[in-house]
């Protein structure tokens, strides 16, 4: 089976900006969560998804917005950019409600300048 | 607060010497505790979910076991392939999940 892909792999934006990443879970998951990792604050939860309902959402502020369509896959909109959401946001997919085991993808590393 | 905190922050081992590191926690209602592997530039790898206190899980070298506050992974004669960052992450009420800062180890040959 293939694995949690991601893209872009890497991205540079400037402040102000906005950022869509995008998310292919394993075939057959529908759980997709997203993550920010820094060197910092380690992993942080954003949100989770399943079945194109948002479960569960982290303490970020609203500009981290998600989506998920009717094949699973996921979207993660950031808009008006700052400094600080330079960072590595990772997707993880798991297979439903009961299976709580995720499988990460490799990660969107985004420099926010 | 509801917390996840890993011990130590880092290791450094000779090839072949056994330790353990530690994911404690202050959450309730725990309903898993997740053991990842992370390698540079890559995202966690699964290797464990305990879910009750007693439970253990081996892979390997590696064997995870949980008690009713915290969770111990133990690296037997590690390998410098070993080396690497591990998260302990802890799935609670509602669903939230919470993840400890990892574990940074060096395995020197």
């Known amino acids: 089976k293939a694995g949690v892909t991601q893209t872009p792999r890497y991205l540079i934006k400037t402040r102000g900006q906005q950022v869509t990443l995008s998310c292919s879970p394993i075939s057959g998951h529908r759980s997709v969560s997203w993550y920010q990792q820094t060197p910092g604050q380690g992993l942080q939860f954003l949100f989770e998804y399943f079945s194109e309902t948002q479960r569960n959402k982290g303490n970020f502020p609203g500009r981290f917005s998600g989506r998920q369509f009717s094949n699973s896959r996921s979207e993660m909109n950031v808009s008006t950019l700052e400094l600080g959401d330079s960072a590595l946001y990772l997707c993880?997919?798991?297979?439903?409600?009961?299976?709580?085991?995720?499988?990460f993808g490799p990660g969107t590393r985004l420099t926010v300048t | 607060e509801d917390q996840v905190t890993q011990s130590p922050e880092a290791l450094r081992l000779q090839e072949g010497e056994s330790s353990s590191l530690n994911c404690s926690y202050t959450?309730?209602?725990?309903?898993?505790l997740f053991w990842y592997r992370q390698d540079p530039g890559k995202g966690p790898e699964f290797l464990f979910t305990?879910?009750?206190a007693g439970e253990e899980k081996e892979k390997e070298r590696l064997k995870a076991t949980l008690t009713k506050k915290e969770s111990f992974l133990h690296i037997t004669a590690p390998k410098p392939e070993d080396s690497a960052t591990y998260l302990c992450?802890?799935?609670?009420?509602?669903?939230?999940?919470?993840f400890g800062k990892g574990t940074r180890l060096h395995i020197l040959p």
């Open positions: 959450v309730s209602g725990l309903r898993g």
């Open positions: 993880a997919s798991r297979g439903g409600t009961s299976g709580y085991e995720q499988y």
């Open positions: 305990l879910y009750s």
């Open positions: 992450a802890v799935r609670w009420r509602d669903d939230k999940i919470i």
